[in-house]
């Protein structure tokens, strides 16, 4: 399947992007970094420590193989991250949810599964996604990935931030909730 992606102006602007400092903070200790998404940016261009090995997989990104820096196009989900140990996910932006048939809010299946091993398997996750999601015609409150992986994960919540970005041009991206857990 080839997966083209249109370039998501909000998601170049400075305020977007400072996501990833908050996030590059939180992973600074982490040798390696899995980042899950980044087609638009991506974790490398945020860290100062040119000796973590860096992989990045996202079914949009060119792929790239240097040095420490892994890019590779693909869905996460079939990429086999088990020869990583001691290391630190980065999951920004990132919505793997959607409405079922009855109107609710879910997550299920592979890519749920793949996600949840992946949070579990790190040293410490950084997850950041949209405080409300639009569809159906209204704004539907904060039941986010990010609250449906809390209920199904051992990993505790060690730093919540809530961003606003009022100058971000889309109804529902400007309210945003960024989680640590270890």
Request: hydrophobic fraction near 45%.
């Given at each position: 399947m080839t997966v083209q992606y249109e370039p998501i102006?909000?998601?170049e602007t400075d305020y977007l992007k400072s996501r990833y400092v908050l996030a590059a903070h939180f992973l600074k200790d982490c040798k390696t970094i899995i980042e899950i998404g980044g087609t638009?940016?991506?974790?490398?261009?945020?860290?100062n420590d040119k000796s973590k090995n860096i992989v990045v997989c996202d079914p949009g990104i060119s792929p790239l193989e240097?040095?420490?820096?892994?890019?590779i196009k693909d869905f996460f989900e079939n990429v086999d991250f088990s020869n990583y140990?001691?290391?630190?996910?980065?999951v920004l932006g990132a919505e793997f949810a959607s409405f079922d048939d009855e109107g609710n809010w879910s997550i299920s299946g592979e890519t749920t599964t793949s996600l949840l091993n992946l949070i579990q398997a790190s040293d410490r996750t950084v997850i950041e996604?949209?405080?409300?999601?639009q569809g159906c015609g209204e704004n539907h409150p904060a039941k986010t990935v990010m609250d449906?992986?809390?209920t199904n994960t051992s990993k505790k919540?060690?730093?919540e931030?809530?961003?606003h970005f009022p100058t971000v041009d889309n109804d529902h991206a400007h309210e945003r909730r960024l989680l640590v857990l270890e």
């Open positions: 102006d909000y998601l638009c940016s991506t974790i490398d261009k945020f860290t240097e040095d420490n820096l892994l890019y140990s001691n290391f630190g996910l980065c996604g949209c405080q409300y999601w449906v992986m809390m919540i060690v730093s931030i809530f961003l």
